[in-house]
């Protein structure tokens, strides 16, 4: 059965950087797309990106523009995002989730989250 | 950017009851390949989102049919028949017509 298992809790110092990955299973990772979307605590979804498993193509939020990169590693089905200049506000919950293989538009799977908390 | 609204903000519903949620658009969510890219998602509590309804209207897979999806260009309206108790949670409403995706503030379903 598709998974996407994403990695652990996080605590960071503001400034600092985080790279959060998502491993897929259960389906041939390069054939969909993967986005990332986060949820602060007690707020709504917030959409970050996407990136072609394939070709490694990206399109990035422009609030995010400059400070997020995603990357994939093919050999081991994992997605990774990577948030730097970290600040209070970035604290949240961050969501991998895939893309719907017929009509690239939806996301049909999505990773359990991975909390990044930015402390002093 | 495209805005998603989304009333009410919570609802408590008798189980058994109907319960509709709206979701209104900044512009048309109408494609000119003839799609309309909105979708809900349900929120249940310390889970991540599940997919309910994609363009419109359609069930996705394992979703009961007491959910349906409704609407038009700007215009769209979630239906569950019978609220039962594991339908709690909050729902959302996407669009990805164009980057970058948004969503909804979100509906917040509880049980009376």
């Known amino acids: 059965q598709v998974q996407l298992v994403q990695s652990g809790a996080e605590v960071k110092k503001p400034g600092a950087s985080v790279k959060v990955s998502c491993k897929a299973s259960g389906y041939t990772f390069t054939s969909h797309d993967i986005n990332w979307v986060r949820q602060a605590t007690g707020q709504g979804l917030e959409w970050m990106g996407w990136?072609?498993?394939?070709?490694?193509?990206?399109g990035y939020a422009q609030k995010f523009q400059g400070r997020v990169t995603m990357t994939r590693n093919t050999a081991t089905s994992t997605a990774y995002m990577e948030l730097s200049s970290l600040s209070f506000e970035d604290t949240a919950v961050y969501y991998c989730a895939r893309v719907d293989v017929l009509t690239n538009r939806y996301f049909d799977f999505w990773g359990r989250g991975t909390l990044v908390i930015v402390s002093s | 950017d495209v805005v998603m609204t989304q009333t009410p903000l919570s609802l408590s519903v008798t189980p058994g009851q109907p319960a509709s949620i709206s979701c209104k658009s900044s512009?048309?969510?109408?494609?000119?390949?003839?799609?309309?890219?909105l979708y809900w998602y349900l929120q249940k509590p310390g889970q991540p989102p599940q997919l309910l309804i994609y363009?419109?209207?359609s069930r996705f897979s394992g979703v009961p049919d007491r959910f349906s999806g409704s609407g038009s260009g700007t215009d769209f309206t979630l239906r569950i028949s019978r609220v039962e108790a594991e339908d709690v949670g909050v729902y959302y409403c996407?669009?990805?017509?164009?980057?970058?995706?948004?969503f909804g503030g979100g509906t917040k379903v509880e049980i009376k």
């Open positions: 363009e419109v209207s």
């Open positions: 996407m669009h990805s017509i164009q980057p970058p995706l948004t």
């Open positions: 512009q048309s969510l109408l494609h000119s390949d003839g799609k309309t890219y």
């Open positions: 990136m072609n498993a394939n070709s490694g193509d990206t």
